[in-house]
């Protein structure tokens, strides 16, 4: 991994969700190394508009560079609370949890929690 693409990666306040193009199940992403280790298999069919949500709120596109890498690359832009909450409760929808409208959180890393301990169910 070249020395930019580090330096992207430890931008990135850990852990993190991707929103993949067309699809309302969130991907949850621990820590820095498990995005290394699992990049390469969550973009085989990487869209153009995949995006990566850290903590913070920070949207992050993911572009496919032609060497096969995914490169982060920082938006300038944060998501809102209110559009988190949106997207974690149409998550929890496609993976058929019950009373999603009553979903709710208070920062933006604990609606990342929150998708983490859904999949742990």
Not at 24 to 37: F, H, K, M, N, R
Not at 50 to 67: A, M, N, P, Q, V
Request: glycine letters at 4%; charged letters at 25%; a negative charge.
């Amino acid at each position: 991994m070249n020395k930019a693409l580090q330096q992207q990666i430890s931008m990135i306040h850990w852990p993190a969700v991707i929103i993949f193009e067309g699809d309302g199940e969130l991907c949850y992403i621990d820590c820095e190394q498990a995005w290394i280790q699992d990049a390469e298999s969550l973009f085989y069919n990487h869209h153009g508009n995949d995006r990566l949500i850290d903590s913070s709120g920070r949207i992050y596109d993911l572009e496919h560079r032609t060497d096969d890498q995914i490169v982060m690359v920082d938006s300038g832009e944060r998501i809102r609370l209110t559009d988190f909450v949106k997207l974690v409760r149409i998550h929890a929808s496609c993976s058929h949890r019950c009373c999603i409208e009553k979903i709710n959180f208070r920062s933006i890393a604990e609606g990342v929690r929150l998708i983490d301990s859904m999949n742990q169910v």
